[in-house]
Each structure stands twice: as C-alpha cells, then as structure tokens.
C-alpha cells in the first residue's frame, strides 16, 4: 500500500485571539493529529485512509482561515501553497480514499498519482519563492537545496533507489512516480530546511521542515516496502499521516504572523554551515561505507559505485559554486564596507568642516551680539558687561578709586545725515571711532551704544583723569574731517562720571547721561562732571513732566493776556494769550521751566490746541465788540506738526473768529534750533496760514543771529522788538541802543511791517518810543498778564491812559 498525498507548507497564526489561546490551539492539533496518526496502524485500511482523508481536509482548511488571517493570502507562493494543499487532499480523497480503497477502481490511481505529483511541483514552486522573498538570490536558495539534497540523496541511491531499480525489469508511469517522489521530497526539504536554518529560524518553519522529512520518511519506506515486496508497514503509515498534522500545526503556530518577512541570510549562519560540512563528509562515507558492508554481492556495486562517485563529484561542485558566491557575496560587501567606509569618512570630514564652520559663525556671532557692526567697538550690551566688571572688581579694591564714565554724544550729527545723508554719516562715525581709538590705553575700553553717543570706561580714574581724557576727546572731535571734496566740522558734548560710587551699570549709565544732558544744555561742545544735584534736577524735571501729562485733565492750565497798546491813543488794539499751570494743591510753575518740559515731551503738541481753542473761544467776544485780535504763541514742534494747519483753521471757523483776528508768535531761536529742511517745512506752513489771512509774528526780535535773513525769507506781518531795547532808552549813555531801536523801527516801516515793543513799564520809555515813531507797546506800564474776565474790565476803563 503506498501512502497518499503530500501536501504543502506553512505556517501558525493568531490574529484576533489571545495568544495564550493561540499557543493551545497549535499544540492540541499537534498532539491530537499525532495520537491519531500513531494510532492508524490499528485502524482498517478504509477507516485508515480517510483519517488520513480527513486529517489532510482539516489541514487545508486552517491553511486558508489561518493564510487569509495574516495577510498573506495577497502573496503568490502562499497561494501556490493553498493550491498545492487542495491538490493533495483531492488526490487522497478521491484517487486514494473513494477510487482504490473503497471501489476498487485501478484507474483513480493514476487520478491520485496525478494530482499528487502536481502538489509536490507546486509545493516545490512554492518554496523556491518564498526562498527569493528570504533576502538570497534564487540562485543561493537552489544551491543550498541541491546541496542538501545530493547529501541525502547519496545514502537514498545506496539503500532505496539502486536496489529497487536493479531488480526492475520494466518501467512503468506508477514507478516513475514513486521513485520521483523522493527525490521531490530531498529538494523540498532542502529548501525548507535552508528556510528554518535561516536567521531566527521560525517555529512555523522547524514544523514544516519536520512536515517534509515526514514526507520523505514515508515515501523511502514505501520504496524499501516494494524494493523487499512487502507491504507497507507502521512506519510508512504514521510518517504518511504525520506530515499533514506538522503542517496543520505550522499554520496553526503564532509565529506564522511574521511570514511576510521571512529572513535568510546570503552568507550562512553557523548551524546552516554545520549541516552543510556534515552532509559533505557524513553521506559519502555512510554510502561507502553502505556498500563495503554489502561485499561484492551488492548488485550492480560498480553502477552503484559510479552514481555515488558522480554524486559526491556534484556535491563538491555545488559547495564550491555556494563558497563562490559566498566570497563574491563577501567581497561586495568589502566593496560596500570600504564604500560606507569612504562615505562616513567623507561624512565625517564633512561635518568637521562644518562644525569648524559652525565654530566660526558663532564666534562671529556672539562679537556682532556684542560689537557695533559700523565700527567695531563695543555695543551697549557689552558695555554694560565691562562697566559691571569693573565696579564690581573695585568692590574687591575698595582703597582704589571707582571706575569712571564718559558718556560723549555729537553735536549737529543729524544735520551731516540730514544734508549729505546717512552713508557720509556712517563714514564719519567710522572716522571718530578711529580718532577715539587712538586716545585708548591700557584696560581702557571704548564703546559706542547707539546713533553717534560714545561711551569711554576708565578704571581706576580720578575726576582729574577723566577729565584729561575728556579733553583730549573734545580736541579729537574738533580737527576738521575731509569726505572727498568736502570739509565737515564736528564738536561733541561730554558727560562725566568719576569719584562716584557706583551701584550698577545701569545706574552709572544714567547718571553719565544726566551729566551729557547738562553738557548739552550749557551750549554744547561742553565737559560736565556728575553730581548729586544733576540727579535731584532730573528727578523733578521727571516729576513735572508727569504731572504736565495730567494737566488737562486735571484743568490746572489756564490763559492769562496781557494787553498791546496803541501809543498815540492809549486803545488796546489786541492781547497775547500767555500760558499758566499750577498744579493741583501747589505752587504756580514758571513757563520757562515747564513749556520746554512740554516741548521735549512732545505734549505742547495738545497743549498748544489747547491753548488755541482757549483763545479763540475768548478773542470771539472782545473782536466782536472792540476789534480786539489775539496773539497766541507756538512752537516748532507744533509747526512740524502735519496736522497744525488744518487744526487751526478748523478752530477759527468753529469758534466764527476771522483768520485775521488770529496772530501766531514765532520766534528766531525756534528757527535756529531746526535743521534747514525743518525750517523749510515751517515757512511752507506758515506762509499757507497767512495766505488764509491769519498774520504772523516774529517774537524776540533783534536777539537772533540772522534776523535780517530771516525777515527777507519769512513770511511776516509784525516784528516784536525784544525788551532788551526798551530798558536802557531812558538812561543818557545808552545813545547806541536808541539807534538800534530807531533803526528797527524805520526798516520795519519800510517793509510794510507792523512793530510792537516789549516790557515798556516807564512813562519815560513810552514817551521815547512815542517820539521815535512807535505806534504800539505792551509792558507792565499798562497792565501784567491777566484773566479774561479782567480784559473785559479794561476794554470798559482804560485807567493806564492816565498812569503817570
């Protein structure tokens, strides 16, 4: 009796179970599969034959529910692998089972014949794929086979196939069969042990190869069987139905999960080159060995002989082509190795030179974080760091003196930017760094923290000291700087801070500015030294500016005006609204002490409308009733102002006030003050204003130093002439100023321009300017600056028409 079909591969899942349950599964089929193919011996040839019938169903059914649940049904050698299982069980079930055991029909056998050796090509098929899909070249996983089976087949061809063929006289399709079947059964074991002896060698795998050796146990011992015309025995029925169990179990294991990604490796592991070397040396001396215990009544020894000779011949053949491509594997490799090897060295270079590149950037980095990029020298930053340095490392000296401050800003350097623009002011900045430069000695540090301030940090210095170095900066400023054809002028203000205690950087920073602050305020070009009052100065300059802010709000300014007098007839032709604060629960601030805190805080910009909608609102009534005009005093910073213009023309139509009954007072130190494109700006508004017919006044005459320029550019109506021509016009040696004065007022009259005279406050002086011609005054003599509500009083009774 020959055993039926053999069938195909693979391997164990659990997928959606727990793998507790999983791991059960396998081992229960395992065990029960083989306890029933133990048992098959015992059974009758019917019964017999469909175990094996329905062992082999079973087995086909968990190979699809178990490919299908991994995934890997989409693969072509899993496929197969169903194909060939379903082929196998038909031949077993129909051919084996039905046609020969149970009817009796000879010719099913060749349908099982048939469909078996369709299995086991298909099996074989299967497995050469899933060897490519391994990681190895085809041709490694065909020579691995080969190898393993030209060494099984050397003791197979002594003891199985050479005595069954010797004693056959006549070939038919069922030996071809049987004898072919073995040898199938060497090639698809080699492959499936060259896959389990792969790298991890999977459960699932160990199972299927045991499966094959099954396979082949069964088909030798069936051809041992019919070599001794026996039939088969126990071991030839259990190995035929053991091998659909080990496949069942393969399947059945978890580690079928991981078959999509099955691992070989080209070059050997250690067991694969074991079982290699044992089946060089081990199957031709048992297949010698075989035939010398046989003598020479083994038949056919010499044909026997020579297929083993040939066959050990092939296997060294297939050794040497493996060892071939191992050594050609490995030298690619070397060749990769050296290449990686070349690449990471050329990476490595690479990133040295880019952290050498790296390196450099964040020094140049951190110079520029503390370094002014136009010339170099230390920013405010690193200022700060080497002021702080040294105060704190006089805290370890304290029997040395202090550190000291210089704190340097360029007088006029925003007109240079504003005339020739910025690129010659970057070129002379650069320049005054290189002078500056050239005064530093020792552990001195110059800095520059921003625009054109310079900052010098002395150690160690005497106020005697700073002052030299002081000295020495404002001579340096002062040599003339020659730009191409161009010859610039600079002078510069210093603040100085030395023999002071520090508490910090920031602290000596302020206090050396409030000294270039005092600097610039005593003409510039100048060298002021720190001291306690500077401090007390700025603190209450900050303390009005704070409470200007809240001034209006508050209502704490107020209008006063004070009256302009026709000489000739004592009639008050207009007033000047002049500006007054005192604060809530203080004293009256002077408004030379709080209009340029306005001014520099920009808030005169809100006063100032303030002022005007105050004024207009009370010069409505008085022009109505008297032809009173107001005058009302502005500064640059409101004619700067875009918006200036059109606010006052807005207010004279508000308040029904004609343009002409306004007069704006400018004065020349307003225009002095301002670069020439400001000063531009300031005639353009001015003259749109007069256009309108408001008139413009020019306050302070004569203490200017162009005021003849400025009355050939302006656009002017009235010239204030400054008080400092009307107190000595009563004294006999003061001839000079009455001919200034006179001078004055006939050049005005020429001009078509009217002329009103400040702080008349004698008879005397009113008669004198009477007599030169001077047809208005304004001065204490007819009344100080009052409220409205007095100007109303003065336009009923003009009591100074009989001052004495």
């Not at 020969?100 to 074989?124: D, E, M, R, S, V």
């Not at 069922?174 to 080699?190: A, E, H, K, Q, R």
């Not at 749109?688 to 005021?707: E, K, N, P, Q, W």
Request: charged share 20%; glycine share 8%; hydrophobic share 50%.
């Amino acid at each position: 009796m020959r055993q039926p079909p053999r069938s195909t591969l693979r391997r164990s899942p659990h997928r959606g179970g727990a793998e507790s349950r999983a791991t059960r599964g396998w081992l229960v089929y395992l065990l029960v599969g083989g306890l029933l193919a133990v048992a098959s011996p015992l059974l009758p040839a019917l019964p017999a034959v469909l175990a094996q019938a329905g062992v082999q169903g079973a087995t086909v059914l968990v190979m699809v529910v178990m490919i299908r649940r991994h995934g890997l049904s989409r693969l072509w050698p899993w496929r197969m692998v169903i194909v060939a299982a379903l082929s196998a069980w038909l031949a077993t079930a129909l051919g084996w089972a039905v046609g020969w055991t149970w009817l009796k029909i000879p010719q099913l056998l060749h349908f099982y014949n048939l469909f078996t050796l369709f299995a086991y090509l298909l099996g074989l098929a299967a497995l050469v794929l899933l060897s490519r899909r391994g990681g190895g070249s085809p041709r490694s996983a065909l020579l691995d086979a080969g190898i393993i089976t030209v060494g099984a087949a050397m003791p197979a061809w002594t003891f199985l196939l050479h005595p069954l063929l010797h004693g056959v006289h006549r070939v038919d399709t069922d030996l071809v069969f049987t004898v072919s079947t073995p040898v199938i059964d060497l090639f698809m074991l080699g492959l499936a042990a060259r896959l389990a002896l792969g790298k991890g060698r999977a459960a699932w795998l160990v199972l299927m190869s045991l499966a094959y050796g099954m396979v082949f146990v069964s088909d030798s011992s069936h051809l041992l069987n019919l070599a001794a015309g026996r039939p088969d025995g126990a071991l030839t029925l259990v190995a035929w139905m053991a091998w659909p169990v080990l496949i069942g179990s393969a399947a059945l294991h978890p580690s079928l999960g991981g078959a999509a990604e099955i691992v070989t490796p080209e070059v050997g592991n250690r067991v694969r080159v074991t079982t290699f070397l044992a089946l060089t040396v081990i199957s031709p001396l048992v297949s010698v060995a075989g035939l010398s215990l046989a003598g020479e009544g083994f038949p056919g020894r010499f044909h026997a002989e020579l297929v083993i000779t040939g066959l050990t011949v092939l296997l060294a053949v297939l050794l040497v082509v493996r060892l071939n491509l191992v050594a050609r594997l490995a030298e690619a490799r070397a060749v990769e190795l050296d290449r990686q090897a070349e690449q990471l060295t050329a990476q490595a270079d690479e990133l040295s030179a880019a952290l050498r590149r790296q390196d450099v950037l964040q020094r140049r980095l951190a110079h520029r974080a503390a370094h002014d990029p136009l010339t170099g020298l230390a920013n405010r930053t690193l200022l700060g760091e080497v002021l702080q340095d040294a105060i704190t490392a006089h805290a370890a000296r304290p029997d040395t003196p202090p550190p000291a401050l210089l704190l340097l800003d360029l007088d006029g350097f925003k007109d240079v930017n504003d005339t020739y623009g910025h690129p010659v002011g970057d070129r002379l900045l650069t320049i005054v760094a290189r002078r500056l430069r050239g005064l530093i000695i020792g552990d001195q540090v110059l800095a520059r923290p921003g625009g054109d301030e310079f900052a010098v940090v002395l150690p160690d210095a005497t106020v005697e000291e700073a002052l030299s170095t002081a000295q020495q900066v404002l001579t340096a400023v002062q040599a003339p700087y020659r730009l191409g054809e161009r010859e610039l002028y600079l002078t510069t203000s210093i603040g100085v801070l030395a023999e002071v205690p520090m508490e910090g950087a920031s602290e000596a920073l302020r206090d050396a500015d409030l000294a270039l602050y005092a600097a610039k305020s005593a003409g510039k070009n100048q060298v002021t030294v720190f001291d306690s009052a500077l401090r007390a100065a700025r603190l209450e300059h900050t303390r009005l500016a704070t409470g200007l802010r809240h001034a209006l709000a508050r209502e704490e300014l107020a209008l006063v005006y004070q009256p302009v007098v026709d000489l000739a007839t004592g009639d008050i032709r207009k007033v000047e609204a002049l500006l007054r604060w005192t604060p809530a629960g203080g004293s009256p601030v002077r408004p030379d002490v709080f209009i340029p805190i306005a001014e520099e805080t920009g808030l005169i910009i809100d006063i100032g409308l303030w002022v005007l909608e105050q004024a207009c609102a009370d010069a409505r009534r008085w022009h109505e009733d008297h032809g009173i005009t107001v005058a009302v005093n502005v500064s640059g910073r409101q004619l700067r102002d875009e918006s200036f213009s059109d606010a006052v023309l807005e207010l004279l139509d508000r308040h029904e006030l004609p343009e002409h009954a306004l007069t704006l007072e400018i004065t020349e130190s307003m225009l002095l003050a301002t670069t020439a494109a400001e000063t531009r700006r300031i005639v353009e508004v001015l003259a749109g204003l007069r256009a309108h017919g408001v008139r413009i006044a020019l306050d302070d005459f004569g203490t200017g130093y162009s005021s003849l320029a400025y009355l050939r550019t302006l656009p002017v109506d009235i010239l204030k002439i400054d008080r400092s021509f009307t107190t000595p016009l009563t004294e006999a040696d003061h001839h000079r100023t009455r001919a200034f004065t006179k001078a004055i007022l006939e050049l005005s009259a020429s001009l078509g321009l009217s002329t009103v005279v400040e702080g008349v406050e004698s008879r005397d002086q009113a008669d004198v300017l009477q007599q030169m011609g001077s047809p208005l005054a304004q001065g204490y003599l007819f009344s100080p600056p009052v409220p409205p509500a007095r100007i109303d009083d003065m336009l009923r009774v003009t009591p100074w028409k009989n001052a004495a």
